[in-house]
C-alpha cells in the first residue's frame, strides 16, 4: 500500500472521514460541503542507510474545507487530524513502518472559497521505511 493511503486509512480508524465520502487523496471533488485531503509534496531525498533500508520522508498537506458560512466545524477537523497524525511514532500502519509524522507548520487559515466554504490547511514531514 502506498503510504499516504495508509494514511488515510488511518485517519478512517480514527473516525476522521470515510474514504470517497468525506476523506480524500491527490483530489477532492468540488461538491464535498466538509472534506478532507490528503496530499503529497516535496520532502527529503530517499536515505538508504548501510544495513540497505531506505529511509523515506515525504511531506504531507492536509487540508479541511468544511460547510457553507462555519468557520468551528472544519478548524476541529483539522485539530482533530493535526492531533491524531502526530501521535503517529515507530508504528506500523497497512504494511508500512512510519517511524514519525511530525506537524511542520501551524494551522493554517486560507479563509473560504468561493462558495463561502472555509479552509485550513497544515503540513507535515512523514518518516517511514
Known amino acids: 500500500m502506498n503510504w499516504i493511503l495508509a494514511l488515510a486509512t488511518y485517519l478512517q480508524t480514527q473516525s476522521l472521514g470515510t474514504a470517497g465520502t468525506n476523506l480524500f487523496v491527490g483530489v477532492m ?5 466538509t472534506a478532507t485531503l490528503l496530499t503529497q509534496y516535496a520532502g527529503g531525498v530517499v536515505e538508504t542507510q548501510s ?24 478548524l476541529t477537523q483539522i485539530t482533530n487530524v493535526q492531533n491524531s497524525l502526530s501521535l503517529i511514532a515507530n508504528e506500523s500502519l497497512s504494511g508500512i513502518t512510519f517511524l514519525r509524522v ?3 507548520s501551524s494551522i493554517i487559515a486560507l479563509g ?3 462558495r463561502l466554504a472555509y479552509e485550513f490547511t497544515c503540513n507535515f514531514e ?4
Request: charged share 15%; aromatic share 6%; hydrophobic share 30%.
Open 126 to 129: 512523514v518518516t517511514y521505511v
Open 51 to 74: 544495513s540497505g533500508i531506505a529511509i523515506h520522508q515525504p511531506s504531507l498537506q492536509v487540508k479541511v474545507v468544511g460547510p457553507v458560512e462555519d468557520y468551528t466545524t472544519p
Open 112 to 114: 473560504h472559497d468561493e
Open 29 to 33: 471533488p468540488s461538491t464535498s460541503s
Open 102 to 104: 511530525k506537524p511542520i
